[in-house]
């Protein structure tokens, strides 16, 4: 029974490797479109973790000079051929063996991914092996690139197997987290300056919430003439009383007005005589940093909420969407009130600052709606699939009546922002099993170089060039975004370069016609960590460059980077005693959560190891590929 189970075994890796080969040749061929040529790269990057994680290493390496070289030099053992390819790569990778660990990469994949695709196999963020310097194509010069991931550990090489080894585990915690809530772009147009926009800005925040800090910075558009006024839960702040332009609250002006659970901030803009809107012109946020004992307070990205905005002259409203996930279908519901009296709702879709016209709906009961098939049509119409907006900002531009400038004072429109909102169906931010919990960390970015100060504005703070660095050692980074106060001299077309660590994410060169479109309202830009490298678990950098005509106001600007805490650590290292071992791993996990983060229960395992072997990991393997 024992032969029967092996030989099943054998059968089935085979089958593993025959298909997936089989499936490997039908990609050998002229890469099509963007979004074909995603899907085949990422089928080729999943199926080499595949073969990775089920294939003995004697079945997928073909050199078998390489590995009785490695046997005879004691680099492997003959019991290691019949181990799973990635514990053997690990473990190599784990000792500091990583140019052998490399040479068995190159032999296993050089044959499995197709010659007109570039690739490179990662352990832990640790360049293992990449094909660059061969004759694929080089990552430098890809125009497309995908990555997947797996955990993985195993066991380690040559390293002691008796003696006390422990790891542990924050069961509960307290965390000084930071909440953010950016202002959408919104406007109405009337000629008389007596109409007043009235947007309420929603902070929600844990029921057990301390609140720590605070600021509100607040920008209209056409921020110079235009007058404001604030509340905070119904209560008036005296320092915003009149406003022009624009203003920061600092914490003492309000802090006291703020509570745990719901906050609504509201703001009235009144429209100076001889400007053409009023509003807010999407600078506007408020920060909230707060102290809880929740471990998950991640906000998701499925229901993104309009704010409740009151104008008594048509509106228009550009609503920003980000998520960090892949995205499954869309759909939006604004409810104006069972008895509005506006007639109609115009929908628009914008990309990379380029506008796509959905429809123009007439309002039922009060509400109107745009199903996944109506908004897909159009995107798809265009060239635009849903792949490319996972990890990056676009908008959905909503017209309540036609919007036009200098219009008529009438009646109130209002959009119900508590059951207004674009629906996301979307994928689950991590497939990490039950190796880890995590915690969720939110942080502002303030730490930024300015230079070339540009002369066209004739006033001070506006930069060309702005660069942030930050720092995410030891944390699983998901997402940054950025929020800006921008300047756009009329009939210039600027140079807008944005690098992140170095990998251009978006140009528009005004000299290259196929290069990214302008975009003239440059208020808002985000990220994810795909593609590889933009965003990781290390030294972070990002930059943006204008040319004349095109320029930002940094201290006024805000970013923000969310972030995973592993809530736990492994088994480390191996001790003679077990308090030795025990205060290794409290160390550690302290290191790992930071000072932003308090430990308040505390779990410790200790395990007495008698010849038994040690783990490496659990770590990231990545493979990416490229075209």
């Known amino acids: 029974m024992r032969g029967i189970i092996f030989t099943l075994d054998a059968l089935i890796a085979l089958g593993i490797i025959i298909g997936l080969i089989t499936g490997l040749i039908f990609f050998r061929t002229k890469i099509a479109s963007p979004y074909l040529a995603s899907q085949q790269l990422h089928f080729i990057s999943e199926d080499v973790l595949t073969v990775f994680s089920n294939s003995k290493l004697r079945d997928v390496v073909d050199n078998q000079?390489?590995?009785?070289?490695?046997?005879?030099?004691?680099?492997?053992?003959?019991?290691?051929?019949?181990?799973?390819?990635?514990?053997?790569?690990?473990?190599?990778?784990?000792?500091?063996?990583?140019?052998?660990?490399?040479?068995?990469?190159?032999?296993?994949?050089?044959?499995?991914?197709?010659?007109?695709?570039?690739?490179?196999?990662?352990?832990d963020n640790d360049p293992i092996y990449n094909s660059s310097d061969t004759t694929r194509p080089s990552y430098g010069d890809s125009t497309i690139e995908i990555s997947s991931g797996r955990i993985v550990s195993g066991y380690e090489k040559g390293k002691a197997t008796r003696g006390y080894v422990a790891r542990a585990i924050a069961r509960r915690i307290n965390k000084n987290n930071t909440l953010v809530v950016m202002g959408d772009l919104i406007t109405t147009s009337v000629?008389?300056?007596?109409?007043?926009?009235?947007?309420?800005?929603?902070?929600?925040?844990?029921?057990?919430?301390?609140?720590?800090?605070?600021?509100?910075?607040?920008?209209?558009?056409?921020?110079?003439?235009?007058?404001?006024?604030?509340?905070?839960?119904?209560?008036?702040?005296?320092?915003?009383?009149?406003?022009?332009?624009?203003?920061k609250l600092e914490s003492g002006d309000y802090i006291?007005?703020?509570?745990?659970?719901?906050?609504?901030?509201?703001?009235?803009?009144?429209?100076?005589?001889?400007?053409?809107?009023?509003?807010?012109d999407g600078a506007t946020h408020l920060v909230i940093t707060y102290n809880t004992s929740q471990l998950s307070t991640l906000q998701e990205f499925g229901k993104q909420y309009f704010q409740t905005t009151i104008s008594e002259a048509p509106i228009e409203y550009k609503k920003p969407i980000f998520t960090i996930n892949d995205i499954y279908n869309m759909s939006i519901h604004i409810n104006l009130t069972?008895?509005?009296?506006?007639?109609?709702?115009?929908?628009?879709?914008?990309?990379?600052?380029?506008?796509?016209?959905?429809?123009?709906?007439?309002?039922?009961?009060?509400?109107?709606?745009?199903?996944?098939?109506?908004i897909k049509s159009v995107l798809n119409s265009n060239g635009i699939s849903y792949d490319l907006l996972t990890g990056r900002y676009f908008w959905f531009i909503?017209?309540?009546?036609?919007?036009?400038?200098?219009?008529?004072?009438?009646?109130?429109?209002?959009?119900?922002?508590?059951?207004?909102?674009?629906?996301l169906n979307y994928s689950k931010i991590l497939d990490i099993g039950a190796i880890y919990n995590y915690i969720d960390m939110t942080r502002t970015l303030t730490d930024y170089i300015a230079e070339d100060v540009d002369p066209n504005f004739g006033m001070s703070g506006f930069y060309r060039y702005i660069r942030w660095d930050f720092n995410l050692t030891s944390k699983i980074p998901l997402m940054a975004r950025w929020q800006y106060p921008w300047g756009h001299w009329a009939g210039?077309?600027?140079?807008?370069?944005?690098?992140?660590?170095?990998?251009?994410?978006?140009?528009?060169d005004p000299t290259n016609a196929s290069s990214d479109p302008f975009m003239k309202a440059f208020v808002r830009f985000g990220y994810n960590a795909n593609p590889y490298g933009v965003l990781i678990s290390d030294d972070n950098k990002f930059e943006l460059n204008f040319s004349d005509g095109y320029s930002i106001n940094p201290a006024d600007s805000f970013g923000d980077t969310t972030f995973l805490v592993?809530?736990?650590?492994?088994?480390?290292?191996?001790?003679?005693?077990?308090?030795?071992?025990?205060?290794?791993?409290?160390?550690?996990?302290?290191?790992?959560?930071g000072e932003d983060i308090s430990v308040m229960e505390l779990i410790v395992d200790a395990v007495r190891i008698g010849g038994v072997p040690y783990m490496w990991g659990p770590v990231s393997a990545r493979v990416k590929t490229w075209v």
């Open 398 to 423: 909503v017209e309540i009546d036609p919007y036009r400038g200098d219009e008529t004072m009438s009646y109130e429109r209002k959009i119900v922002g508590e059951d207004s909102y674009v629906s």
């Open 256 to 280: 006291d007005l703020l509570q745990p659970g719901h906050n609504i901030g509201k703001i009235v803009y009144r429209k100076f005589s001889d400007e053409p809107t009023a509003g807010d």
């Open 65 to 123: 000079t390489l590995l009785d070289q490695y046997i005879s030099d004691g680099i492997l053992n003959q019991s290691d051929l019949d181990e799973k390819t990635i514990d053997v790569i690990g473990a190599l990778w784990s000792a500091g063996n990583v140019s052998e660990a490399a040479n068995l990469t190159k032999d296993i994949l050089d044959d499995f991914i197709p010659s007109n695709i570039g690739y490179e196999f990662l352990i």
């Open 191 to 247: 000629a008389s300056a007596q109409n007043k926009i009235n947007i309420s800005y929603i902070a929600d925040l844990p029921d057990d919430a301390t609140i720590l800090d605070t600021y509100w910075f607040i920008e209209a558009t056409w921020g110079i003439k235009n007058k404001f006024s604030c509340w905070m839960n119904g209560e008036k702040i005296d320092g915003c009383e009149g406003a022009i332009g624009n203003t």
């Open 566 to 593: 592993p809530a736990s650590v492994g088994y480390g290292d191996l001790f003679e005693n077990e308090t030795d071992a025990v205060d290794d791993a409290v160390q550690r996990l302290q290191d790992v959560l």
């Open 338 to 374: 069972n008895t509005t009296e506006v007639k109609n709702v115009t929908l628009k879709f914008m990309w990379n600052g380029q506008g796509y016209n959905i429809s123009i709906k007439n309002v039922t009961n009060g509400t109107v709606d745009w199903n996944d098939t109506e």
């Open 492 to 508: 210039w077309d600027p140079l807008q370069l944005v690098r992140a660590n170095n990998i251009t994410i978006y140009n528009h």
